[in-house]
């Protein structure tokens, strides 16, 4: 089962929003609504951000928002602050044995 | 709180056995499925398998079956995972990690480094 595809780098000047995109299959992001994302600072344990595609937990600013179009699931954060940059993963369930699969991460720098 | 605290960090050498720990506190540990996630240097999460420690049914990804153990002791909290033979390629960190019922990680461990070198 290969990883879901997430461009490797992003990048806004603060205030502005982007989009990180993850793009998976018919077996797993356009199959199911178990799209989650994470945030992971350098040196830290990645942090559930999204889950089910567009709930945000507990916590979790409401500039950051999710969804999905067919096999492509999107995370959009918007008014960028320096605190959002981080590398941000997708995972989503996925009908093969391996049950969640991860996307291979997007470095997001904040201008 | 609730939180998954793991073992310290691990430096072993090719052929050595291995097996780290993740205890969970704050919880019913019994109710929720734990799993391991592998993150090599620079790369994405990677699922390992899944255990739950209610009555210990366990599952393994493809790539990991036959190559590590994962196990759990409801009676303390803990769930383990264990190497018989490590190879250089084992060098990462490895978390535990708390499923939630929509296949989302809600809780996850500090992380521990494991180093494998000759």
């Known amino acids: 089962q290969s990883a879901l595809t997430q461009p490797a780098s992003v990048s806004g000047s603060p205030g502005q929003s982007i989009t990180i995109s993850c793009t998976g299959t018919s077996s797993d992001i356009g199959g199911y609504n178990f799209v989650s994302w994470y945030q992971q600072h350098p040196g830290k344990a990645p942090k559930l951000m999204i889950y089910?595609?567009?709930y945000r937990p507990s916590g979790v600013s409401n500039r950051l928002s999710g969804s999905k179009s067919g096999n492509t699931a999107s995370l959009t954060i918007s008014g960028l602050q320096a605190e959002d940059e981080a590398d941000y993963y997708c995972s989503s369930y996925t009908s093969s044995s391996t049950v969640v699969i991860f996307g291979g991460g997007t470095k997001l720098t904040v201008l | 709180e609730v939180q998954l605290v793991q073992s310290g960090a691990e430096v072993k050498k090719p052929g050595e056995s291995l097996k780290i720990s993740c205890k969970g506190s704050?919880?019913?540990?019994?109710?929720?499925?734990i799993g391991w996630v592998r993150q090599m240097p620079g790369k994405g999460p990677e699922w390992m398998g899944i255990i739950y420690p209610g009555d210990s049914d366990t599952r393994y990804s493809p790539s990991f079956q036959g190559q590590v153990t994962i196990s759990a002791d409801k009676s303390t909290s803990i769930a383990y995972l264990q190497w018989t033979s490590l190879k250089a390629s084992d060098t990462a960190i490895y978390y535990c990690?708390?499923?939630?019922?929509?296949?989302?990680?809600?809780?996850w461990g500090q992380g521990t480094l494991v180093t494998v070198s000759a």
């Open positions: 089910e595609v567009s």
């Open positions: 990690a708390r499923r939630g019922g929509s296949y989302q990680i809600d809780l």
């Open positions: 704050g919880y019913i540990f019994s109710n929720y499925w």
